[in-house]
Protein backbone atom coordinates (compact mmCIF):
# COMPACT_ATOMS: atom_id res chain seq x y z
CA UNK A 1 0.00 0.00 0.00
CA UNK A 2 1.66 3.55 -1.14
CA UNK A 3 1.41 6.61 1.72
CA UNK A 4 -0.94 8.71 -0.83
CA UNK A 5 -3.50 5.09 -1.30
CA UNK A 6 -3.40 4.75 3.17
CA UNK A 7 -3.91 8.55 3.84
CA UNK A 8 -6.81 8.34 1.29
CA UNK A 9 -8.06 5.15 3.14
CA UNK A 10 -7.59 6.68 6.25
CA UNK A 11 -9.53 10.01 5.39
CA UNK A 12 -12.36 7.31 4.23
CA UNK A 13 -12.50 5.40 7.48
CA UNK A 14 -12.79 9.10 9.77
CA UNK A 15 -15.41 10.47 7.64
CA UNK A 16 -17.65 7.21 7.43
CA UNK A 17 -16.41 6.83 11.16
CA UNK A 18 -18.33 10.40 11.49
CA UNK A 19 -21.75 9.62 9.90
CA UNK A 20 -22.00 6.51 11.92
CA UNK A 21 -21.54 8.75 15.08
CA UNK A 22 -24.49 10.94 13.70
CA UNK A 23 -26.64 8.12 12.87
CA UNK A 24 -26.03 7.17 16.56
CA UNK A 25 -27.01 10.21 17.50
CA UNK A 26 -30.73 10.69 16.02
CA UNK A 27 -31.18 7.32 16.79
CA UNK A 28 -30.20 8.16 20.75
CA UNK A 29 -32.33 10.82 20.64
CA UNK A 30 -35.93 9.24 18.50
CA UNK A 31 -35.82 6.46 21.15
CA UNK A 32 -35.37 9.40 24.12
CA UNK A 33 -38.48 10.35 22.58
CA UNK A 34 -40.31 7.38 22.30
CA UNK A 35 -39.19 5.99 25.32
CA UNK A 36 -39.17 9.01 27.80
CA UNK A 37 -42.46 11.64 29.02
CA UNK A 38 -41.76 14.33 27.52
CA UNK A 39 -39.93 17.82 30.13
CA UNK A 40 -42.01 20.61 28.99
CA UNK A 41 -40.61 23.26 30.81
CA UNK A 42 -43.18 25.65 33.03
CA UNK A 43 -45.87 25.08 30.30
CA UNK A 44 -48.68 24.86 32.67
CA UNK A 45 -48.30 28.37 34.50
CA UNK A 46 -50.62 30.31 33.78
CA UNK A 47 -51.21 33.14 36.43
CA UNK A 48 -47.63 34.87 37.55
CA UNK A 49 -46.12 37.81 38.19
CA UNK A 50 -45.50 38.06 34.11
CA UNK A 51 -42.53 39.90 33.61
CA UNK A 52 -42.56 43.19 30.46
CA UNK A 53 -41.42 41.59 27.31
CA UNK A 54 -40.63 43.38 24.64
CA UNK A 55 -41.70 41.22 20.95
CA UNK A 56 -39.61 42.50 17.96
CA UNK A 57 -40.68 41.25 14.35
CA UNK A 58 -38.32 41.07 12.01
CA UNK A 59 -39.30 42.43 8.19
CA UNK A 60 -37.76 43.01 5.41
CA UNK A 61 -40.33 43.83 2.28
CA UNK A 62 -42.86 41.86 4.09
CA UNK A 63 -46.09 43.47 2.83
CA UNK A 64 -47.80 40.37 2.13
CA UNK A 65 -47.62 38.75 5.70
CA UNK A 66 -46.57 41.45 8.58
CA UNK A 67 -50.01 42.08 9.28
CA UNK A 68 -50.94 38.45 9.61
CA UNK A 69 -48.07 38.64 12.66
CA UNK A 70 -48.80 41.74 14.19
CA UNK A 71 -52.72 40.81 14.18
CA UNK A 72 -52.14 37.61 15.96
CA UNK A 73 -49.57 39.12 19.07
CA UNK A 74 -52.05 42.24 19.40
CA UNK A 75 -54.87 39.12 20.06
CA UNK A 76 -52.17 37.40 22.50
CA UNK A 77 -53.00 35.99 25.86
CA UNK A 78 -49.82 37.87 27.48
CA UNK A 79 -51.02 40.54 29.86
CA UNK A 80 -51.29 43.80 27.41
CA UNK A 81 -49.54 46.31 29.71
CA UNK A 82 -46.18 44.45 30.02
CA UNK A 83 -46.17 43.38 26.23
CA UNK A 84 -44.69 46.19 23.91
CA UNK A 85 -44.28 45.10 20.16
CA UNK A 86 -41.65 46.17 17.60
CA UNK A 87 -41.87 45.76 14.65
CA UNK A 88 -38.45 45.85 13.04
CA UNK A 89 -38.73 47.41 9.46
CA UNK A 90 -35.28 46.84 7.92
CA UNK A 91 -34.91 48.82 4.69
CA UNK A 92 -38.21 47.83 3.44
CA UNK A 93 -39.17 49.22 0.05
CA UNK A 94 -42.67 47.95 -0.65
CA UNK A 95 -45.51 49.33 1.88
CA UNK A 96 -43.85 47.01 5.22
CA UNK A 97 -43.91 50.83 6.39
CA UNK A 98 -47.12 51.95 5.63
CA UNK A 99 -48.88 48.99 6.83
CA UNK A 100 -46.87 48.76 10.57
CA UNK A 101 -47.73 52.78 11.03
CA UNK A 102 -51.42 51.74 10.23
CA UNK A 103 -51.78 49.53 13.38
CA UNK A 104 -49.28 52.02 15.46
CA UNK A 105 -52.40 54.80 14.48
CA UNK A 106 -55.01 52.15 15.44
CA UNK A 107 -53.54 50.68 18.27
CA UNK A 108 -51.89 53.41 20.30
CA UNK A 109 -49.49 52.97 23.30
CA UNK A 110 -49.42 48.99 22.14
CA UNK A 111 -47.00 48.86 19.17
CA UNK A 112 -43.55 51.08 18.91
CA UNK A 113 -42.12 50.80 15.69
CA UNK A 114 -38.42 50.64 14.64
CA UNK A 115 -38.23 51.66 11.06
CA UNK A 116 -34.21 51.15 9.75
CA UNK A 117 -33.66 53.57 6.77
CA UNK A 118 -30.07 52.71 6.41
CA UNK A 119 -26.80 50.94 7.60
CA UNK A 120 -25.79 47.25 7.35
CA UNK A 121 -28.03 45.05 5.23
CA UNK A 122 -29.09 41.67 7.12
CA UNK A 123 -31.26 40.54 9.90
CA UNK A 124 -28.61 40.30 12.16
CA UNK A 125 -27.76 44.24 11.71
CA UNK A 126 -31.28 45.20 12.16
CA UNK A 127 -31.73 43.46 15.68
CA UNK A 128 -28.88 45.06 16.28
CA UNK A 129 -29.35 48.29 16.07
CA UNK A 130 -32.94 47.65 17.21
CA UNK A 131 -32.04 45.88 20.27
CA UNK A 132 -30.59 49.36 21.47
CA UNK A 133 -34.32 50.68 22.34
CA UNK A 134 -35.42 47.75 24.31
CA UNK A 135 -36.17 48.41 27.58
CA UNK A 136 -37.71 45.61 28.77
CA UNK A 137 -37.17 42.45 30.72
CA UNK A 138 -36.96 39.73 27.95
CA UNK A 139 -37.23 39.70 24.33
CA UNK A 140 -38.95 37.66 21.58
CA UNK A 141 -38.14 37.93 18.27
CA UNK A 142 -40.20 36.56 15.58
CA UNK A 143 -40.15 36.51 11.61
CA UNK A 144 -42.60 38.56 10.15
CA UNK A 145 -43.95 35.52 7.91
CA UNK A 146 -44.11 33.53 11.23
CA UNK A 147 -47.61 33.36 13.09
CA UNK A 148 -47.42 33.04 16.66
CA UNK A 149 -50.58 31.04 18.40
CA UNK A 150 -52.08 32.96 21.37
CA UNK A 151 -50.53 31.35 24.62
CA UNK A 152 -47.41 31.59 22.56
CA UNK A 153 -45.58 34.50 24.22
CA UNK A 154 -46.32 33.34 27.68
CA UNK A 155 -45.32 29.90 26.45
CA UNK A 156 -41.60 31.30 25.43
CA UNK A 157 -41.29 33.50 29.32
CA UNK A 158 -42.49 30.73 31.44
CA UNK A 159 -38.77 29.55 31.48
CA UNK A 160 -37.15 32.44 32.57
CA UNK A 161 -38.39 31.99 35.52
CA UNK A 162 -35.47 30.03 35.94
CA UNK A 163 -32.43 32.65 36.41
CA UNK A 164 -30.61 30.19 34.69
CA UNK A 165 -32.11 30.38 31.53
CA UNK A 166 -30.59 32.35 28.95
CA UNK A 167 -32.41 31.61 25.85
CA UNK A 168 -35.70 29.56 24.36
CA UNK A 169 -36.49 28.02 22.01
CA UNK A 170 -40.18 27.64 20.36
CA UNK A 171 -41.74 25.12 17.80
CA UNK A 172 -42.27 25.90 14.29
CA UNK A 173 -45.37 24.27 12.67
CA UNK A 174 -45.73 24.57 8.92
CA UNK A 175 -48.92 25.90 7.27
CA UNK A 176 -48.65 24.46 3.98
CA UNK A 177 -47.51 20.69 4.60
CA UNK A 178 -49.70 19.53 1.86
CA UNK A 179 -49.03 21.92 -0.93
CA UNK A 180 -46.84 19.34 -2.50
CA UNK A 181 -44.17 16.82 -2.31
CA UNK A 182 -41.22 19.57 -1.00
CA UNK A 183 -43.22 20.93 1.92
CA UNK A 184 -44.92 16.98 3.14
CA UNK A 185 -40.73 16.42 3.41
CA UNK A 186 -40.06 19.58 5.37
CA UNK A 187 -43.27 18.83 7.79
CA UNK A 188 -41.36 15.91 8.08
CA UNK A 189 -38.09 17.65 8.59
CA UNK A 190 -39.62 20.15 11.24
CA UNK A 191 -41.14 17.56 13.22
CA UNK A 192 -38.25 15.69 13.31
CA UNK A 193 -36.07 18.82 14.19
CA UNK A 194 -37.95 19.99 16.80
CA UNK A 195 -40.09 17.28 18.32
CA UNK A 196 -37.01 14.87 18.16
CA UNK A 197 -33.74 16.52 18.14
CA UNK A 198 -34.64 19.74 20.23
CA UNK A 199 -36.55 17.58 22.99
CA UNK A 200 -34.28 15.11 23.51
CA UNK A 201 -31.97 17.39 23.84
CA UNK A 202 -33.62 18.92 26.32
CA UNK A 203 -34.49 15.98 27.99
CA UNK A 204 -30.88 15.22 28.14
CA UNK A 205 -29.73 18.22 29.52
CA UNK A 206 -27.22 18.88 26.10
CA UNK A 207 -27.33 21.67 23.77
CA UNK A 208 -30.80 22.93 23.02
CA UNK A 209 -30.49 25.46 20.01
CA UNK A 210 -31.77 28.71 20.40
CA UNK A 211 -34.24 29.75 16.95
CA UNK A 212 -34.20 33.36 15.76
CA UNK A 213 -37.91 32.71 13.96
CA UNK A 214 -40.06 32.06 17.08
CA UNK A 215 -37.63 32.06 20.38
CA UNK A 216 -36.90 34.39 23.72
CA UNK A 217 -34.06 36.22 25.35
CA UNK A 218 -33.32 37.56 28.82
CA UNK A 219 -31.97 41.17 27.42
CA UNK A 220 -29.41 41.24 30.50
CA UNK A 221 -27.55 38.09 29.14
CA UNK A 222 -27.54 39.15 25.95
CA UNK A 223 -26.49 42.59 26.66
CA UNK A 224 -23.70 40.19 29.17
CA UNK A 225 -22.26 38.76 25.51
CA UNK A 226 -22.05 41.94 24.00
CA UNK A 227 -25.62 42.02 22.01
CA UNK A 228 -26.25 40.77 18.36
CA UNK A 229 -22.93 39.93 16.12
CA UNK A 230 -23.99 41.48 12.88
CA UNK A 231 -21.19 39.99 10.26
CA UNK A 232 -23.16 36.03 10.34
CA UNK A 233 -25.82 34.99 8.66
CA UNK A 234 -26.96 32.63 11.68
CA UNK A 235 -27.27 34.66 14.62
CA UNK A 236 -29.12 32.37 16.76
CA UNK A 237 -26.63 30.10 15.83
CA UNK A 238 -24.31 32.24 16.85
CA UNK A 239 -26.03 33.69 20.04
CA UNK A 240 -26.96 29.89 21.48
CA UNK A 241 -22.71 29.17 21.65
CA UNK A 242 -21.77 32.84 22.74
CA UNK A 243 -24.65 32.02 25.72
CA UNK A 244 -23.74 28.53 26.42
CA UNK A 245 -19.68 29.64 26.92
CA UNK A 246 -20.85 32.80 29.70
CA UNK A 247 -22.43 30.01 31.00
CA UNK A 248 -26.04 30.72 30.15
CA UNK A 249 -28.88 27.48 29.86
CA UNK A 250 -31.33 27.33 26.40
CA UNK A 251 -34.50 25.65 26.80
CA UNK A 252 -36.92 24.27 24.29
CA UNK A 253 -40.16 24.97 24.58
CA UNK A 254 -42.01 21.76 22.51
CA UNK A 255 -45.58 23.60 23.13
CA UNK A 256 -44.88 26.98 21.82
CA UNK A 257 -46.19 26.74 18.54
CA UNK A 258 -45.78 29.16 15.98
CA UNK A 259 -46.72 28.73 11.80
CA UNK A 260 -45.09 28.93 8.94
CA UNK A 261 -45.35 28.43 5.33
CA UNK A 262 -42.22 26.66 3.85
CA UNK A 263 -40.61 27.24 1.13
CA UNK A 264 -42.99 25.20 -2.04
CA UNK A 265 -40.40 25.34 -4.39
CA UNK A 266 -37.05 23.74 -4.71
CA UNK A 267 -34.96 26.54 -5.87
CA UNK A 268 -36.25 28.93 -2.70
CA UNK A 269 -35.32 26.04 -0.48
CA UNK A 270 -31.81 25.22 -1.77
CA UNK A 271 -31.55 28.94 -0.71
CA UNK A 272 -32.36 28.46 2.47
CA UNK A 273 -30.41 25.87 2.63
CA UNK A 274 -27.14 28.00 1.29
CA UNK A 275 -27.56 30.51 3.73
CA UNK A 276 -27.94 28.29 6.83
CA UNK A 277 -25.33 26.54 6.41
CA UNK A 278 -23.10 29.48 5.81
CA UNK A 279 -24.26 30.91 8.83
CA UNK A 280 -24.01 27.68 10.42
CA UNK A 281 -20.32 26.82 9.43
CA UNK A 282 -19.48 30.39 10.25
CA UNK A 283 -20.56 29.49 13.89
CA UNK A 284 -18.61 26.74 13.73
CA UNK A 285 -15.17 28.42 12.97
CA UNK A 286 -15.53 30.57 15.59
CA UNK A 287 -16.70 28.93 18.63
CA UNK A 288 -15.48 25.39 18.40
CA UNK A 289 -12.38 25.37 19.78
CA UNK A 290 -13.71 27.89 22.31
CA UNK A 291 -16.27 25.37 23.09
CA UNK A 292 -14.10 22.60 23.45
CA UNK A 293 -11.44 24.19 26.01
CA UNK A 294 -14.22 26.08 27.96
CA UNK A 295 -14.65 25.02 31.39
CA UNK A 296 -18.12 26.41 32.13
CA UNK A 297 -19.31 23.59 29.51
CA UNK A 298 -19.28 20.35 30.63
CA UNK A 299 -18.52 17.12 28.46
CA UNK A 300 -21.82 15.71 27.33
CA UNK A 301 -22.24 19.59 26.29
CA UNK A 302 -19.01 19.54 24.36
CA UNK A 303 -19.79 16.39 22.68
CA UNK A 304 -23.76 17.71 21.29
CA UNK A 305 -22.83 20.69 20.96
CA UNK A 306 -20.11 20.28 18.69
CA UNK A 307 -22.06 17.82 16.65
CA UNK A 308 -24.39 20.19 16.11
CA UNK A 309 -21.69 22.71 14.95
CA UNK A 310 -20.83 19.89 12.18
CA UNK A 311 -24.32 19.16 10.99
CA UNK A 312 -23.51 21.23 7.45
CA UNK A 313 -20.15 19.94 7.43
CA UNK A 314 -21.37 16.04 6.48
CA UNK A 315 -22.47 16.64 3.21
CA UNK A 316 -19.45 18.08 1.53
CA UNK A 317 -17.79 15.27 3.79
CA UNK A 318 -19.83 12.41 2.25
CA UNK A 319 -19.00 13.95 -1.26
CA UNK A 320 -15.70 13.63 -0.62
CA UNK A 321 -15.41 10.00 0.73
CA UNK A 322 -17.76 9.09 -2.21
CA UNK A 323 -15.24 10.61 -5.00
CA UNK A 324 -11.82 9.37 -3.08
CA UNK A 325 -13.54 5.35 -3.00
CA UNK A 326 -15.01 5.82 -6.50
CA UNK A 327 -11.07 6.55 -7.14
CA UNK A 328 -9.53 3.88 -5.53
CA UNK A 329 -11.66 0.94 -7.10
CA UNK A 330 -10.95 2.22 -10.30
CA UNK A 331 -7.37 2.61 -9.84
CA UNK A 332 -7.67 -1.04 -8.27
CA UNK A 333 -6.35 0.24 -5.08
CA UNK A 334 -9.77 -0.09 -3.13
CA UNK A 335 -8.08 -2.00 0.04
CA UNK A 336 -10.41 -0.84 2.77
CA UNK A 337 -13.27 -2.86 1.03
CA UNK A 338 -10.57 -6.00 0.91
CA UNK A 339 -10.04 -5.50 4.61
CA UNK A 340 -13.59 -5.88 5.09
CA UNK A 341 -14.27 -8.77 2.72
Partial sequence: MTPLVALLTTLVSVILAAIVVYAARHYVFAMVRVFTPSNDLYCDIEDADWPTVTVQIAAHNEEDVIA???????HSSYPRDRLVL??????????????????????PGRITPFHRTAGKPGKAAALKDAFEHVQTELLVVFDADYIPSRGLVK???????????GAVMGRVVPLNAGRN???????IERSGGYQVNQQARQQLGLVPQYGGTTGGLRVSAL?????????????????????????????????????????ETWRSRIRQIKRWAKGHNQALRRHLWALLRSPQVNLREKIDGTLLLGVYVMAPLLLV????????????QLVFADAVL
Fill in 223 to 263: HGIGGWHDDTLAEDTDVTYRLLLAGWNTAYQNRAECYEEVP
Fill in 181 to 187: LLTRLLE
Fill in 86 to 107: MPVNDRSSDRTREIIDDYVGRN
Fill in 321 to 332: AWVILVTLYYLG
Fill in 68 to 74: HCIEALL
Fill in 155 to 165: RLVAPFFDPEV
